[in-house]
């Protein structure tokens, strides 16, 4: 059994650099000839100075690129050089023409692919009448995609945001706001040890990895982390009543596709029941059909008061959605959340495309079908490579489970056009699009296999 709160990391946090007292210059990085220049003369010579600076630090700084003086993207992400320029279904074109099987779909936000007929049509129709409005009016399009969310979960409120983090965000609001509006106020957190919940504050600190929070810190002091799996930790927890929300996810994407044990699950909304707490499942990824199953949670048998949804949705327009029971979201009154950009126009008739797709046209069922393909195929592999573990996931959320680095299998398999990522530091994560036929699954799977095979 595994306990740990995010209190306890606070020590490891690395010290901020001290600010300048008021009225003291602030350091602009070295001039030309390596020394500094104090600031004296007229405040234009120093405008001129502190301009001449700024733009030595620019182009000498060593986080940015050799060649790229003209590049002022955010060296955040370490980036491919492939530069695609079109897709088409399952599969996108580099600006050299090269084709590769998109195996990926953006991190499991291109459901239905590249350049979808209908998806289209529809946004091309939207951006000719009305892109945004803001939440100050009614919303029909609003209306329509939550009443769809409520058909397929069950569960009465929607609140629209722009991406997964934000959802989660917004749901962390919802318990903290339901607790504090019954009269009995709970900040806590309960999560899951390889969870990941996104990079926004609230979000951050409730997900495990210290290789997001530790440059961070201190974030916010409220989460303590548990094993998956661990139903004693988990009654020991939450019988405190410290806390007013399990955070979750059913099958842990970022960590590289690591489905929690469904009895643990169950145990976790038993023991919510009993204490009083919020069950929040995050299914950014897992939800909106990737397993199978509209939520990840279904196929468990579990019932949240609080579900987070992003990455498909709009099929690749930006939207997220907290879901939510009626309990929770009557308190949530005007002016306790908002988001300028949240569900508008554009964003909400994709989603409507979306799910037109998964339940008019039984795109749904399609993905169990081509889920069960794939995890065919790639069990075949797992028998072939020794140095194949096995193969985990859920319909069209799988991975292959390694016994090393899956980091060279990863580019090997970019060298053979296709398109996947390594995570969780021994799993490859795939993330195929909603459409992908049973020829592309083949041909995926004949790529994985040279893949592997080249890099054993």
Same mark, same amino acid.
């Given at each position: 059994?595994?306990?740990?709160?995010?209190?306890?990391?606070?020590?490891?946090?690395?010290?901020?650099q001290?600010?300048?007292?008021?009225?003291?210059?602030?350091?602009?990085?070295?001039?030309?000839?390596?020394g500094?220049?104090?600031?004296t003369g007229s405040? $234009?010579?120093?405008? +001129?100075?502190?301009?001449?600076?700024?733009?030595?630090?620019?182009?000498?700084? +060593?986080?940015?690129?050799?060649?790229? +003086?003209?590049?002022?993207?955010?060296?955040?992400?370490?980036?491919?050089?492939?530069?695609?320029?079109?897709?088409?279904?399952?599969?996108?074109?580099a600006?050299d023409?090269a084709?590769?099987?998109?195996? @990926?779909?953006?991190?499991?936000?291109?459901?239905?692919?590249h350049?979808?007929?209908?998806?289209?049509?529809?946004?091309?129709?939207?951006?000719?009448?009305?892109?945004?409005?803001?939440?100050?009016?009614?919303?029909?399009?609003?209306?329509? /995609?939550?009443?769809?969310?409520?058909?397929?979960?069950?569960?009465?409120?929607?609140?629209?945001?722009?991406?997964?983090?934000?959802?989660?965000?917004?749901?962390?609001?919802?318990?903290?706001?339901?607790h504090?509006?019954?009269?009995?106020?709970?900040?806590?957190v309960?999560? @899951?040890?390889?969870?990941?919940?996104?990079?926004t504050?609230?979000?951050?600190?409730?997900?495990?990895?210290?290789?997001?929070?530790k440059?961070?810190?201190?974030?916010v002091?409220?989460?303590?982390?548990?094993?998956?799996?661990?139903?004693?930790?988990?009654?020991?927890?939450?019988?405190?009543?410290?806390?007013?929300?399990?955070?979750?996810?059913?099958?842990?994407?970022?960590a590289?596709?690591?489905?929690?044990?469904?009895?643990?699950?169950?145990?976790?909304?038993?023991? !919510?029941?009993?204490?009083?707490?919020?069950?929040?499942?995050?299914?950014?990824?897992?939800?909106?059909?990737r397993?199978?199953?509209?939520?990840a949670?279904?196929?468990?048998?579990?019932q949240?008061?609080?579900v987070?949804?992003?990455?498909?949705?709009?099929?690749?327009?930006?939207?997220?959605?907290?879901?939510?029971?009626?309990?929770?979201?009557?308190?949530?009154?005007p002016?306790?959340?908002?988001?300028?950009?949240?569900?508008?126009?554009?964003? !909400?008739?994709?989603?409507?495309?979306?799910?037109?797709?998964?339940?008019? $046209?039984? @795109?749904?069922?399609?993905?169990?079908i081509?889920?069960?393909?794939?995890?065919l195929?790639?069990?075949?592999?797992?028998?072939?490579?020794?140095?194949?573990?096995?193969?985990?996931?859920?319909?069209?959320?799988?991975?292959?489970?390694?016994?090393?680095d899956?980091?060279?299998?990863?580019?090997?398999?970019?060298?053979? $056009?296709?398109?996947?990522?390594?995570?969780?530091?021994?799993?490859?994560?795939?993330l195929?699009?909603?459409? /992908?036929?049973?020829?592309?699954?083949?041909?995926?799977?004949?790529r994985?296999?040279?893949?592997?095979?080249?890099?054993?």
């Open positions: 059994m595994t306990t740990r709160k995010a209190t306890e990391r606070a020590d490891g946090a690395q010290s901020p001290a600010e300048p007292q008021s009225g003291a210059p602030r350091a602009t990085g070295s001039t030309r000839e390596g500094s220049k104090q600031a405040p $234009h010579e120093g405008s +001129a100075r502190t301009a001449e600076a700024a733009r030595a630090t620019h182009a000498g700084g +060593a986080a940015h690129a050799a060649g790229s +003086a003209h590049d002022h993207v955010l060296p955040s992400y370490a980036r491919s050089p492939i530069d695609f320029v079109r897709g088409e279904g399952a599969w996108m074109i600006s023409g084709r590769y099987l998109d195996f @990926l779909s953006g991190i499991g936000v291109n459901a239905l692919g350049a979808h007929p209908r998806l289209v049509a529809a946004l091309s129709e939207q951006l000719g009448t009305l892109v945004h409005t803001s939440n100050l009016y009614r919303s029909r399009s609003q209306e329509r /995609v939550s009443a769809r969310l409520f058909e397929a979960t069950g569960l009465e409120y929607c609140f629209f945001s722009n991406s997964g983090t934000e959802a989660n965000e917004a749901g962390l609001k919802m318990a903290r706001r339901f504090k509006e019954a009269g009995a106020p709970r900040a806590g309960l999560a @899951l040890e390889d969870g990941f919940h996104g990079r504050f609230g979000a951050l600190s409730a997900t495990w990895n210290e290789k997001y929070r440059p961070f810190e201190p974030l002091p409220t989460t303590t982390w548990i094993a998956p799996g661990d139903s004693d930790a988990l009654e020991r927890e939450l019988t405190t009543r410290d806390y007013g929300v399990f955070l979750c996810e059913v099958i842990q994407g970022e590289g596709v690591r489905p929690v044990d469904f009895g643990f699950l169950r145990r976790a909304r038993e023991l !919510c029941d009993a204490t009083g707490t919020l069950l929040f499942v995050d299914e950014v990824q897992s939800g909106c059909g397993t199978g199953r509209f939520l949670s279904q196929i468990a048998g579990v949240p008061d609080i987070s949804l992003a990455k498909p949705l709009g099929a690749g327009v930006p939207i997220g959605a907290t879901l939510c029971t009626a309990a929770i979201g009557s308190r949530m009154t002016g306790t959340h908002g988001s300028t950009f949240g569900g508008n126009a554009l964003a !909400c008739r994709a989603a409507e495309v979306f799910l037109a797709e998964l339940f008019d $046209h039984e @795109l749904l069922d399609r993905v169990t081509a889920g069960e393909r794939f995890a195929g790639l069990d075949k592999l797992a028998k072939k490579h020794d140095h194949v573990t096995c193969q985990q996931g859920h319909g069209l959320m799988r991975a292959l489970v390694l016994d090393r899956a980091g060279p299998f990863a580019d090997a398999m970019l060298r053979e $056009h296709l398109l996947a990522i390594a995570s969780g530091g021994n799993r490859l994560r795939f195929p699009p909603f459409i /992908v036929s049973d020829d592309e699954i083949d041909e995926a799977i004949a994985i296999d040279r893949a592997l095979t080249l890099d054993a």
